[in-house]
């Protein structure tokens, strides 16, 4: 990535806990940096809440914030509020949709100490690529009483053949646009990070069964990336993955299998087989919940990071969202956004900071000092305030410098 050595990072604190986990972060960030030898440059941009409170009621998202974001290349948010039914749309899928962030990347990984419900949590280590731009995401909706519905009201009762309960009241209608383009990127992402981290599976997750036109078309174009632009044997495109068991099929050795499964049941092998998943690309909506679920296996999503990736662009968020009810009260999990952060810095070639960071954050929650989220859980574990929390991991920053 061509960006200077020591370059200005935005960062948007968020909405709710934002408050109390954006400061938090920054300061461990900051820390790690230092230690390694670097100095972050921080602008400060706004976005919901905040961005209303500097530049008026009917600012949520300031052009100054996207064209920051855009002119630096990298920039690391918290969480920002969606009101549900009515109201904005999601400030997080504006974001995303036009900066055409395309991948949203979760790394699910065990972290030494943290509680989980499974019977062997260190064997989860997956990547998920979560598709984040189209999909019953794009937005596009129409209420109640508009033209639109009333237009395919009379289409949609014949092909459910449903005996007129289509006209019996209000009806809703979305659409799910997949696109060829939209896929194979997502997915061509997907295969060259399990090439260059030495990943040996990539599983593309969708419900072609039902959707055949949109998830079945995501898994098919995957499968040409898979099949098409990889000649040197590298990638090994599992023929029939979706019904047949893959233990007998001959692959290649070191090549990268992309296989696909129907997304139901991915969230059982998930948990049955945990061990047998690498790396996942998926269309958004499946993404969304996968990576949440998957993020509960090893600790929920206070610890859970993430990030979002066009070409040439990277802008860091965690899992979670605002959190309203533990906002301003110092006690939410800043860990999800400390290693949002680190993703980050290893985007931009600073690897040794980020292990230090994963390090200290380790170091931290193994000797039992934790955020309320995760004390509940721990035997003797000691509960922090979300400062006092981010005081310790900076402290072994120090310590393991
Ligand atoms: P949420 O992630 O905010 O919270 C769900 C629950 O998880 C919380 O009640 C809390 O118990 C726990 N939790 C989450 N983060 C935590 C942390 N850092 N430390 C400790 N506990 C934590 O999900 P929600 O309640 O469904 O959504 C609240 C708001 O956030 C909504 O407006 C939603 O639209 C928004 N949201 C934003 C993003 C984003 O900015 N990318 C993502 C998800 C949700």
């Known amino acids: 990535l061509d960006v200077p050595e020591n370059p200005i990072i935005p960062i948007i604190h968020g909405d709710g806990i934002g408050q109390d986990v ?8 900051e820390k790690a940096a230092e230690a390694t030898g670097r100095e972050v440059h921080w602008m400060r941009l706004y976005a919901g809440e905040s961005a209303r409170q500097e530049y ?3 600012v949520n998202l300031p052009d100054e914030t996207v064209d920051a974001i855009r002119e630096h290349r990298v920039a690391i948010k918290g969480p920002l509020t969606t009101p ?6 999601s400030l997080n899928v504006a974001l995303r949709q036009t900066l055409d962030l395309y991948a949203n990347v979760r790394p699910t990984y065990y972290l030494d100490g943290v509680p989980s419900p499974m019977k062997a949590p260190e064997e989860m280590d997956m990547v998920t690529f979560r598709e984040n731009t189209e999909d019953v995401y794009a937005g596009i909706e129409w209420e109640q009483g508009t033209e639109e519905v009333e237009k395919v009201r009379n289409f949609v009762e ?5 005996d007129g309960i289509m006209h019996e ?3 809703g209608l979305g659409l799910k646009p997949i696109s060829e383009k939209g896929s194979k990127r997502l997915v061509r992402e997907a295969i060259d990070y399990a090439i260059e981290n030495d990943r040996d599976k990539v599983t593309l997750v969708h419900k072609g069964n039902i959707m055949k036109f949109t998830e079945g078309q995501f898994g098919s174009w ?3 990336v898979a099949d098409e632009e990889y000649p040197d044997e590298e990638v090994f495109a599992a023929p029939d993955s979706l019904w047949e068991e893959q233990d007998e099929v001959d692959i290649p050795e070191d090549a990268v299998m992309v296989e ?4 139901d049941a991915m969230l059982q092998w998930m948990q049955l087989r945990t061990d047998e998943f690498d ?3 998926m269309p958004n909506l499946n993404g969304d919940y996968l990576s949440d679920a998957a993020g509960a296996q090893i600790g929920g999503l206070g610890i859970a990071p993430g990030a979002n990736f066009g070409d040439n662009r990277c802008l860091a968020e965690p899992v979670h969202g605002s959190a309203p009810k533990r906002a301003g009260q110092d006690m939410a999990n800043p860990t999800a956004l400390i290693l949002s952060g680190r993703l980050l810095f290893e985007y931009l070639g600073w690897d040794d900071t980020g292990k230090l960071i994963r390090d200290a954050v380790e170091e931290t929650i193994s000797s039992g000092k934790v955020t309320y989220d995760l004390e509940r859980q721990i035997e003797g574990g000691e509960k922090l305030g979300t400062t006092d929390y981010a005081e310790e991991i900076c402290a072994n920053i120090e310590d393991l410098a």
């Open 22 to 29: 954006g400061p938090a972060a920054q300061k461990v960030l």
């Open 84 to 89: 549900v039914g009515a109201g904005f749309r």
């Open 279 to 281: 790396v996942l690309a």
């Open 260 to 263: 696909e499964r129907l997304a």
């Open 158 to 162: 014949d092909e459910m053949d449903m």
């Open 169 to 171: 009241g209000p009806i």
């Open 222 to 224: 995957g499968m040409e």
């Open 56 to 58: 008026g009621e009917d």
